[in-house]
């Protein structure tokens, strides 16, 4: 009986330790997150289309969220699909299954240890994003207050399709719920553009599966990095200013997700840029070598304004500054050339320095801002 529970003390000091790791569910956060978002939310973006990068060593697209910013708050409200409301019985316990798409403040989607959902909710995934993986801001400017309501609308008429196992809607074939490849988190927000704001010229592609062999066809997802420049292009069109915020991974995190059949610590997973469905898709992290990925960094890049990291020492969020963002018609004219350069080098296997700049490779890294503790003002 003793040797029992000195077993289940050490366990539990075991997981109270866990715990309180940064980086980890349940431990510290940083504590200037408040001045952190008071700092870019001086730029009166509307929305922010959040681009999480893939922790797969190959075959990793990523995750797609939507922020949509609250005037009247002080923070945005991030707008996600729930990746485990599938209906598939592994996830009927121990996973968040409630809604469909799972809507939070921006601060517990980015940096944030302890979910205001339920502890069912993924880490790393639904809240505490830059613990397991950087994230790809793009903010958009001069969005009308009706198109934002119109999409929050659309997100909350998802998840009642979803409470309701509505089938055969307008946006979707078959059930509501969450499919890797058929209703997945770039589906749900490209639908909500296209069947709430208006965008009736984006294209939303819908995976097919061969009867015979019974397999999906890929080439047919949605793919978040593909959905994002497609949105990027239709922003263009209307108007929209966009600028470009890098979330950067924290490097440290030594928690270990016990849902993932590969027991990795956060620090070890691959920190991926998510790749369009091209030759690339399958390739290790960093080894990018095709067109339509390059362009994808490298226009990213190009309308880069802040790089936001984790300071190793103080544990307090920094933001770097980059020189002034492009606007979208001279970043792309000049991703394209670049891209169209470095995908020809690569191809003839040449020995070459790459004319493009990577996402957060091009930030000045001799303007270093540590946010102030009121956030008021960058120094």
Same mark, same amino acid.
């Given at each position: 009986?003793?040797?029992?529970?000195?077993?289940?003390?050490?366990?539990?000091?075991?997981?109270?330790?866990?715990?309180? /790791?940064?980086?980890?569910?349940?431990?510290?956060?940083?504590?200037?997150?408040?001045?952190?978002?008071?700092?870019?939310?001086? /730029?009166?973006?509307?929305?922010?289309?959040?681009?999480?990068?893939?922790?797969?060593?190959?075959?990793?697209?990523?995750?797609?969220?939507?922020?949509?910013?609250?005037?009247?708050?002080?923070?945005?409200?991030?707008?996600?699909?729930?990746?485990?409301?599938?209906?598939?019985?592994?996830?009927?316990?121990?996973?968040?299954?409630?809604?469909?798409?799972?809507?939070?403040?921006?601060?517990?989607?980015?940096?944030?240890?302890?979910?205001?959902?339920?502890?069912?909710?993924?880490?790393?995934?639904?809240?505490?994003?830059?613990?397991?993986?950087?994230?790809?801001?793009?903010?958009?400017?001069?969005?009308?207050?009706?198109?934002?309501?119109?999409?929050?609308?659309?997100?909350?008429?998802?998840? /009642?399709?979803?409470?309701?196992?509505?089938?055969?809607?307008?946006?979707?074939?078959?059930?509501?719920?969450?499919?890797?490849?058929?209703?997945?988190?770039?589906?749900?927000?490209?639908?909500?553009?296209?069947?709430?704001?208006?965008?009736?010229?984006?294209?939303?592609?819908?995976?097919?599966?061969?009867?015979?062999?019974?397999?999906?066809?890929?080439?047919?997802?949605?793919?978040?990095?593909?959905?994002?420049?497609?949105?990027?292009?239709?922003?263009?069109?209307?108007?929209?200013?966009?600028?470009?915020?890098?979330?950067?991974?924290?490097?440290?995190?030594?928690?270990?997700?016990?849902?993932?059949?590969?027991?990795?610590?956060?620090?070890?997973?691959?920190?991926?840029?998510?790749?369009?469905?091209?030759?690339?898709?399958?390739? /290790?992290?960093?080894?990018?070598?095709?067109?339509?990925?390059?362009?994808?960094?490298?226009?990213?890049?190009?309308?880069?304004?802040?790089?936001?990291?984790?300071?190793?020492?103080?544990?307090?969020?920094?933001?770097?500054?980059?020189?002034?963002?492009?606007?979208?018609?001279?970043?792309?004219?000049?991703?394209?050339?670049?891209?169209?350069?470095?995908?020809?080098?690569?191809?003839?296997?040449?020995?070459?320095?790459?004319?493009?700049?990577?996402?957060?490779?091009?930030?000045?890294?001799?303007?270093?801002?540590?946010?102030?503790?009121?956030?008021?003002?960058?120094?």
């Amino acid at each position: 009986m003793k040797s029992t529970l000195r077993v289940l003390a050490a366990l539990v000091f075991a997981i109270d330790a866990m715990a309180s /790791d940064f980086g980890s569910p349940g431990g510290p956060e940083p504590a200037n997150i408040d001045a952190l978002s008071d700092v870019l939310r001086q /730029d009166p973006y509307a929305l922010e289309l959040l681009i999480s990068f893939g922790t797969s060593k190959g075959g990793s697209a990523g995750h797609l969220a939507l922020g949509i910013r609250d005037a009247a708050g002080d923070d945005d409200r991030v707008y996600s699909a729930n990746f485990y409301a599938d209906r598939s019985p592994k996830h009927e316990s121990g996973f968040y299954t409630d809604d469909l798409m799972l809507g939070i403040a921006k601060k517990e989607y980015l940096f944030k240890t302890r979910s205001s959902l339920a502890e069912t909710t993924s880490f790393g995934l639904d809240f505490g994003e830059i613990y397991k993986r950087s994230v790809i801001g793009i903010r958009v400017y001069g969005v009308a207050a009706e198109e934002k309501d119109a999409i929050a609308a659309f997100f909350a008429r998802i998840n /009642d399709d979803y409470h309701q196992r509505t089938r055969d809607t307008e946006y979707h074939a078959g059930e509501i719920k969450y499919d890797y490849m058929h209703l997945n988190c770039a589906k749900t927000i490209g639908s909500a553009f296209r069947f709430a704001a208006g965008y009736g010229d984006l294209e939303i592609t819908s995976a097919k599966v061969l009867t015979q062999r019974r397999l999906v066809v890929a080439a047919k997802a949605n793919i978040p990095t593909e959905m994002a420049i497609k949105l990027v292009k239709a922003w263009h069109q209307r108007g929209y200013a966009m600028d470009v915020v890098f979330y950067k991974k924290y490097g440290n995190s030594t928690y270990v997700d016990p849902h993932d059949e590969d027991k990795v610590a956060f620090k070890d997973l691959p920190n991926r840029f998510p790749s369009v469905l091209s030759r690339d898709f399958r390739s /290790d992290e960093g080894e990018y070598q095709d067109f339509d990925n390059l362009f994808a960094m490298y226009l990213l890049n190009n309308m880069g304004k802040y790089s936001v990291r984790v300071d190793e020492q103080t544990k307090r969020l920094v933001v770097k500054k980059y020189k002034q963002p492009m606007a979208y018609p001279e970043a792309a004219e000049l991703a394209t050339r670049d891209a169209r350069s470095d995908s020809k080098s690569f191809r003839l296997l040449r020995r070459f320095l790459p004319r493009g700049s990577k996402i957060d490779e091009a930030a000045d890294n001799t303007q270093l801002y540590n946010i102030p503790d009121d956030g008021k003002t960058l120094p």
